[in-house]
């Protein structure tokens, strides 16, 4: 074992150049990994800032709900707002047109654009 032992200080000696380069792309591929995940990072948080300044933040999203389930939700008092949308042809399988584009029809009331939006009406 201590011939073996002995032989890395000659092989360092005769392999500096080598050596030198395997901790350069060493240290640039970690540079890079680094890099790439802080990259998906930002785009993932910029997604989800974006998508909640769009649609709300939402603790809770019901459908087909009734209008007296509705009013039940909304007379809780740890609920801030209870909104209303409706969507017609929204995957745009039946064939309404509005000139030669398919059309989609979506609907919703003012406290769902309020809170939706950010933006609240007295």
Known sequence: MKNYLSLI???AKVRKRQNRMT?????????LVTTIFSVADMFIRTKSDELQNKHGNYHIQLENISQ??????SSRSDVTAVGWSEAFNSDAAQPYYIGEKRAALYGADRVYIAYGTKRYFA
């Open 23 to 31: 901790i350069l792309c060493i240290i640039i591929s970690a540079l």
């Open 68 to 73: 007296s389930i509705g009013d039940e939700i």
């Open 9 to 11: 200080p000659i092989s």
